[in-house]
C-alpha cells in the first residue's frame, strides 16, 4: 500500500531540501505515491501561467487530504500576494503548529526548550486586507474613520485591516488545549497586546479566557507580547505551548527557531479540518538557493510529523533517530550548524548520512 501525498517542491533552496526528504522517506520502507505540482511568483515567471496557487493544486489537496511543501518566495512589496498565505486561506488550513525543541548536536544558547506554537492562520494582518491613498476605498475608509474616530488619516498613507474573530479566536485555543489534553502537555500561554488593541486582541483574550475555563487540568497563562518577547530569551524552558494571533505567531515562531538552532531546523503544519499540509517555519532562502548549502532539517522533520500523522509512528520514530545520530555525531552538518564552516556537507550528503543511520 501507498500514500498519495500532494508534493510542492516550492523555490528557492525548496526543491534540494525537497528532494532530501523524500529520499529519507523512501528509505523508511513507508511508499508513498507524490502528486507534484509547482506554484508561486517563480512559476508564473517561468510558465507564464496567470495563476501562482491553480486550481488544480487546490483540488489535489483537498482530494488527497495531504501536502508536503517547501516554500515558495514572496517578492516584497509588489502587487504579489503571498501564496503561502494564500494556500493557508484557500484551504482554511487555521492552526500552525510548530514545534520548537532542542536536539542534541545543534548548537544553541539554551537547552531544555521544548514549545509547541500553535498561530492562528487565516485573520489578523495576515489577511491581506490593505487598501492604499488615492483609491476610492481609501476615501470610504478615510471618511469612516473621521467620522467615528474623529481624525484624519495622513496624507499618502496605506491602511492594513486586522480582523479578529471569535470564532477563530475560540478555534486555535481549543485546538490547543485538546492537543495539550491529548499529550500530556502541562501548560498553555496565551500571547496578545490586548492593552493597546483592545477591541481585537481584547476579543481574542477573552475567547481565550472562555475556553481555558473547560480545561481545568491544564494550567493557563496570558501575557503581552512584548513580555514574552523578553522572557523567552531570557528563560526560555519555562514555556510550553504558545498560542497566539497570525502576525505575532510568524513572528515567534522565527524567535523560537533562533533559540533551538536556527530556521534550519524548525518544522510546521498547517491543519484544517478537510487537510494538511507540512511545511518548515524558514522561508525559500534565495541567498543559498541551487549551491546544495540548505539544511534540510527542519523538512526531514515535517516528514516525520507526516508519517507519525499517517499512523507510522515506528517509521516516524526511526527517521527522527537516525537524524539524531546524524546531528549528534556532528560530521555530517551544513553550514549554518556546522562548529567548523569549512568541513560542512551540502543538503544531499546530509540526507546521505541520514538514510544510512536508519536501520
Ligand atoms: P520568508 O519571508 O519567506 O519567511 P525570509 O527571506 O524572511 O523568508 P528565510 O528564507 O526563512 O527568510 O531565511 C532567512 C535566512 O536564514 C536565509 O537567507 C538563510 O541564510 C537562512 N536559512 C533559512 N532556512 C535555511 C535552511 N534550511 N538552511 C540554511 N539556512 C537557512
Not at 168 to 173: D, F, G, K, W
Not at 214 to 241: A, G, H, K, M, T
Amino acid at each position: 500500500m501507498s500514500y498519495r501525498v500532494t508534493l510542492i517542491p516550492g523555490d528557492g533552496i525548496g526543491p534540494e531540501i525537497t528532494a532530501a526528504t523524500v529520499r529519507c522517506l523512501a528509505a523508511t520502507g513507508v511508499r508513498f505515491d507524490w502528486e507534484i505540482f509547482e506554484a508561486g511568483s517563480e512559476f508564473v515567471n517561468r510558465t507564464g501561467r496567470p495563476d501562482p496557487l491553480p486550481g488544480e493544486l487546490l483540488d489535489a489537496i483537498s482530494r488527497n487530504h495531504l501536502a508536503l511543501k517547501g516554500p515558495l518566495t514572496t517578492p516584497i512589496g509588489t502587487g504579489f500576494r503571498s501564496v503561502n498565505v494564500a494556500l493557508r486561506q484557500a484551504l482554511d488550513l487555521f492552526a500552525c503548529v510548530r514545534p520548537c525543541k532542542n536536539y542534541p548536536g545543534i548548537p544553541s544558547r539554551y537547552q531544555n526548550i521544548d514549545i509547541v506554537i500553535f498561530r492562528e492562520n487565516t485573520e489578523d494582518l495576515y489577511a491581506g486586507i490593505e487598501f492604499q491613498s488615492g483609491t476610492e476605498a481609501f476615501g470610504e475608509i478615510n471618511g469612516l474613520v473621521a467620522g467615528y474616530n474623529h481624525r484624519w488619516l495622513r496624507h499618502n498613507s496605506a491602511v492594513g485591516i486586522k480582523p479578529i474573530s471569535e470564532f477563530s479566536s475560540r478555534r486555535i485555543v481549543r485546538f490547543a488545549f485538546d492537543y495539550a489534553e491529548r499529550l500530556r502537555r502541562r501548560k498553555v500561554s496565551i500571547i496578545h497586546k490586548a492593552e493597546v488593541m483592545r477591541l481585537s486582541d481584547g476579543l481574542f483574550l477573552e475567547a481565550a479566557r472562555q475556553v481555558a475555563r473547560d480545561y481545568p487540568e491544564v494550567q493557563y497563562s496570558d501575557l503581552p507580547i512584548d513580555n514574552i518577547c523578553d522572557q523567552l530569551v531570557r528563560e526560555p524552558e519555562y514555556f510550553d505551548i504558545l498560542v497566539l494571533s497570525n502576525l505575532f505567531g510568524d513572528i515567534i515562531s522565527d524567535l523560537c527557531a533562533g533559540l533551538i538552532g536556527g530556521l534550519g531546523v524548525a518544522p510546521g503544519a498547517n491543519i484544517g479540518t478537510r487537510a494538511v499540509v507540512f511545511e518548515p517555519t524558514h522561508g525559500s532562502a534565495p541567498d543559498i538557493a541551487g549551491q546544495d548549502k540548505a539544511n534540510p532539517t527542519a523538512q526531514i522533520l515535517c516528514g516525520v510529523m507526516l508519517l507519525r500523522h499517517l499512523g507510522e509512528i515506528a517509521a516516524g520514530d526511526r527517521l527522527e533517530n537516525a537524524l539524531k545520530a546524524v546531528l549528534q555525531a556532528g560530521i555530517h552538518l551544513t553550514a549554518d550548524i556546522h562548529p567548523e564552516k569549512a568541513k560542512a556537507v551540502g543538503t544531499a550528503a546530509f540526507a546521505d548520512a541520514v538514510m544510512a543511520a536508519l536501520f
